[in-house]
């Protein structure tokens, strides 16, 4: 099994910039673009493993687009929204006895790609009945009837790793075998919250259509609360959350939503909460420092802090130093206060 040992491509395809906007810039996400680089132009299966809601749909979508299959169906079996006879009938076909003639996935994915959603949920029998075709059989035999295989490519996923759906009994060793040939692990949301501006200012351009108060721009302060909160939903929730901020709230966008404390009722919040916060507020006085060092010369901040330039722009904002302080602020609690502060 291989992970990140794949010989690079001469001619790697550039990502484009709606992809990369979505994903973010840092380090995690710049390294799983890579990836997704060398691996997409080949035929070779792949296992997408993350959380729910962390953009397993959009990864195996990215490397359809990316391959030479991309003007060729790209066709998706959700193991998680079926029972066993609907995926038998998506996969296979309804059958010659069926008044219903449509061709199953197989079938219609000729020259395609075929994405198979929480591969895990599949029933042990029809992946039994899937081996074959994943050997390279070009002829699938169901009860009633023998179902031509075209040439395809496999990706599959599920928010469990193989290893564990193994050790579980959910999936077939050969299966296993024959489809995780490269594993693409998705971080969660919070293990990379410095990709949360990006993906908001995504979010907000996609759906500010719905909004009839025309465009709109999160204040530092809805976007520091956004980058503080724990997503256990990920890039999913964070979407929701950005539609529902569009809605207008008695006047006022989203201020009730985000007044919402996490807190319990006796004061106590979570220990990860309270170290997120901790961890934020640290790297935003770093910035801070790093921005008075170099006499707010963001480029050389950003060599300073070994992050990109394009990370500091959304690091900087989120942390309300978009904009040059004077003045005599010595941290972000003072930079926060305006009336300590003289504009730029």
Not at 15 to 30: N, V, W
Not at 62 to 81: E, V, Y
Not at 133 to 155: C, F, N, Y
Request: with cysteine; hydrophobic share 40%.
């Amino acid at each position: 099994m291989e992970e990140t040992s794949l010989v690079p491509h001469r001619q790697a395809l550039a990502l484009e910039d709606e992809d990369e906007e979505f994903f973010g810039y840092s380090a995690k996400t710049r390294e799983l673009l890579r990836v997704i680089e060398r691996i997409a132009p080949s035929d070779i299966p792949t296992f997408i493993v993350g959380d729910a809601g962390s953009g397993k749909d959009f990864v195996a979508r990215l490397l359809h687009r990316r391959s030479p299959r991309r003007l060729m169906p790209f066709l998706k079996l959700n193991c998680g929204a079926l029972t066993p006879q609907a995926m038998e009938k998506e996969l296979f076909g309804p059958g010659a006895d069926s008044a219903n003639r449509q061709a199953g996935i197989l079938e219609r994915a000729e020259g395609g790609t075929i994405f198979i959603d929480e591969i895990g949920r599949m029933p042990l029998g029809l992946q039994a009945r899937l081996l074959p075709v994943l050997k390279g059989e070009r002829l699938a035999r169901t009860v009633s009837s023998e179902v031509s295989v075209g040439d395809v490519r496999w990706i599959c996923s599920s928010i469990l790793p193989m290893e564990k759906l193994l050790a579980a009994g959910k999936l077939l060793e050969e299966v296993c075998s024959r489809l995780n040939v490269v594993t693409l692990r998705l971080p969660p949301l919070r293990e990379r919250n410095e990709d949360i501006p990006a993906l908001a200012e995504h979010f907000l351009k996609k759906h500010q259509h719905t909004c009839p108060n025309g465009p709109v721009v999160l204040p530092e302060h809805v976007m520091r609360q956004l980058m503080e909160r724990d997503w256990p939903g990920n890039v999913r929730e964070l979407e929701a959350t950005i539609q529902q901020l569009l809605v207008p709230l008695g006047g006022s966008r989203g201020k009730e939503m985000f007044d919402i404390s996490q807190r319990e009722d006796n004061g106590i919040e979570p220990l990860k909460e309270v170290a997120r916060r901790a961890a934020f507020r640290a790297e935003s006085e770093m910035i801070l420092r790093a921005l008075r060092r170099t006499n707010w010369n963001r480029r050389k901040a950003a060599e300073m802090l070994r992050i990109s330039y394009k990370s500091l722009l959304y690091k900087s904002k989120a942390a309300g130093l978009g904009k040059r302080l004077h003045g005599y602020a010595t941290s972000v609690e003072d930079s926060e206060d305006p009336a300590r502060l003289g504009g730029c």
